[in-house]
């Protein structure tokens, strides 16, 4: 199932983080240095936010860094270019590559804006693969990484970067180690997605950011500009769920994180996470989990066992 963790708990806020590498996290081979999710609307300044200075960037001069960035590109389109890349034109759903010591610029379309997720890593994993040529300088820019679950495991990296503990650095090591994996995985071809594919994406991170709202799926299909039919489809295809069911679970997962952490009613909950009233609430959480509301938090308080959704 193409659910992004994060996604089924709140939506992304921007944020980047530089992490010191000591030597001894390199004994695992890799270490995460950085990582970072930013949109960027329309007409705004690039970078927004003031980076360290020996990762600056400007169009005009562009940049050389030290380590592997590894860039995706969720919604939006703008450029890049590398010492040996001419300017190429980047669409959502593609993924770049900055390689250590190559100059290179980017920047989203003015117009259209971005929404960027990526990391930064470095070590000698990262040598080995670069003297391999695992990742040729001259084919950076990589279509498919909706589908190779790019995002999904950037989105589990931006989750645990917060819990800045020694055990968390290998974890974070190994989920960076899986990004480079798939990002080897997808082609430089110029096969694109398909305008019901778009669509799909499209609506699956508008519904993570608008899951609390009233919400009509024949008009966001519209809105995408598909056939109803096709999206819904579709929709269960990518993700095993219908787009309305998709919404319900975004709205209960994020109702157990109120669960679990307040002491909140739950029409406050209900309030909170789209749902119409406390009973409506309750009434979908038993039919996910298979308890009631109140019963799933007694759970918690004696560290029974957390049912998963069916």
């Known amino acids: ?21 000591p030597p001894e996290l390199l004994n695992w081979g890799l270490a995460l240095s950085a990582a970072g999710f930013t949109r960027i609307p329309p007409q705004t300044p690039y970078p927004p ?9 400007d169009w005009q001069h562009g940049r050389v860094i030290e380590a592997l960035q590894v860039v995706l590109i969720l919604e939006g389109s703008g450029l890049l270019e590398t010492r040996e890349v001419r ?21 989203p379309n003015p117009q259209t804006g971005w929404v960027e997720s990526w990391i930064e890593v470095r070590g000698p994993v990262v040598d080995k693969l670069l003297e391999e040529d695992t990742f040729p300088a001259n084919s950076v820019l990589r279509r498919g990484g909706f589908d190779a679950g790019i995002e999904e495991t950037l989105n ?7 819990d800045d503990t020694a055990g968390s650095r290998p974890e974070l090591a190994a ?8 990002c080897a995985c997808i082609g430089t071809s110029p096969a694109r997605l398909s305008n019901i594919q778009r669509a799909v994406h499209r609506a699956e991170r508008y519904l993570s950011d608008h899951y609390r709202e009233a919400i009509q799926m024949e008009s966001l299909a519209a809105k995408f500009g598909v056939a109803y039919s096709h999206f819904r489809r579709a929709f269960r295809v990518h993700t095993g769920l219908s787009p309305w069911r998709y919404v319900i679970h975004l709205r209960l997962t994020r109702a157990r994180v109120l669960m679990a952490s307040s002491n909140a009613t739950l029409d406050e909950i209900a309030a909170q996470t789209g749902f119409s009233s406390g009973f409506h609430l309750s009434s979908s959480f038993k039919q996910a989990y298979g308890l009631a509301p109140n019963a799933w938090r007694k759970s918690l308080a004696t560290k029974s066992k957390i049912p998963s959704a069916s």
Do not use: C
Request: proline share 5%.
């Open 1 to 21: 199932m193409a659910f992004s963790i994060y996604k089924m708990i709140i939506a992304m806020k921007n944020y980047f983080r530089y992490i010191p590498t």
């Open 49 to 57: 936010n003031k980076h360290p200075d020996d990762h600056d960037l």
């Open 87 to 107: 300017e190429r034109r980047v669409d959502a759903g593609m993924v770049f590559l900055i390689l250590p010591n190559s100059w290179h610029r980017y920047r």
């Open 156 to 162: 589990r990296i931006h989750l645990r970067i917060g």
């Open 175 to 182: 989920l960076a180690l899986q990004v480079l994996a798939q």
